[in-house]
């Protein structure tokens, strides 16, 4: 019964600046990572931001470091990812993901939303 729902894709210009949104219900979401994934046709879906539950630390793939940054409110069970300095190859279906492994405080769990998508034009 998890839930996650993605928002704020757009079509954006090169340069330029977007936040996406994804807001959870149906878990304990503090328990839980947090990540966002992204897909273009014909490639393979990418992990490129991680926030861990345990105590919100945050990991990078090196095609986002620098420009991209994720956060998370457990208050608002919603996390948070921010683009700056957009590039083409950025264009895409962003995913938002919840993990965790089998624990004594938590059931295991690797749900989805269902993706907004990121245009990048120049």
């Known amino acids: 019964q998890a839930h996650l729902v993605e928002s704020g894709g757009a079509l954006v210009q090169v340069g330029t600046s977007l936040q996406l949104s994804c807001v959870t219900s149906?878990?304990?979401?503090?328990?839980?990572?947090m990540s966002w994934y992204r897909q273009s046709p014909g490639k393979e879906r990418e992990l490129f931001a991680t926030?861990?539950?345990?105590?919100?630390?945050?990991n990078y793939a090196d095609s986002v470091k620098g420009r991209f940054t994720i956060s998370r409110d457990n208050a608002k069970n919603t996390v948070w990812l921010q683009m700056n300095n957009l590039k083409p190859e950025d264009t895409g279906m962003y995913f938002c993901?919840?993990?965790?492994?089998?624990?004594?405080?938590?059931?295991?769990?690797?749900?989805w939303g269902q993706g907004a998508p990121v245009t990048v034009s120049s």
């Open positions: 926030i861990t539950g345990k105590d919100g630390s945050t």
């Open positions: 993901n919840a993990h965790g492994d089998w624990a004594w405080d938590r059931a295991a769990l690797d749900a």
């Open positions: 149906g878990f304990r979401f503090r328990a839980y990572d």
